[in-house]
Nanobody, 121 residues
């Protein structure tokens, strides 16, 4: 059974950092790209970053370039979202999603439950 479980969210001050984790099971990271999304209150879900099966990353959101990076540890079946220089507008529930293909095709077939990130002083 395919599962994605996010963790690592929390409350952080502006300018701070967090690292989110997406632990996957039921498939391997060699077989699928993984994307991170976020949804702020009252807003639509938006794509943030994606990592393909060979490790290349694709940014979906210009506002996080230079601040967020995506990586993975295949031995742990886990994808990470490192978030630096956080801003209040980064406050959202962050989700990871399994792409239907090995590259970042923007077509997803499984989602995690999300982890809350709140950036506030």
């Amino acid at each position: 059974q395919v599962q994605l479980v996010e963790s690592g969210g929390g409350l952080v001050q502006p300018g701070g950092s967090l690292r989110l984790s997406c632990a996957v099971s039921g498939f391997t990271l060699d077989a699928s790209a993984i994307a991170w999304f976020r949804q702020a209150p009252g807003k639509e879900r938006e794509g943030v970053l994606c990592i393909g099966n060979i490790g290349g990353s694709t940014y979906y959101l210009d506002s996080v370039k230079g601040r967020f990076t995506i990586s993975r540890d295949k031995s742990k079946n886990t994808v990470y979202l490192q978030m630096n220089s956080l801003k209040p507008e980064d406050t959202a529930v962050y989700y990871c999603a399994k792409d239907r293909t090995i590259w970042c095709s923007r077509s997803y077939d499984s989602w995690g439950q999300g982890t809350q990130v709140t950036v506030s002083s």
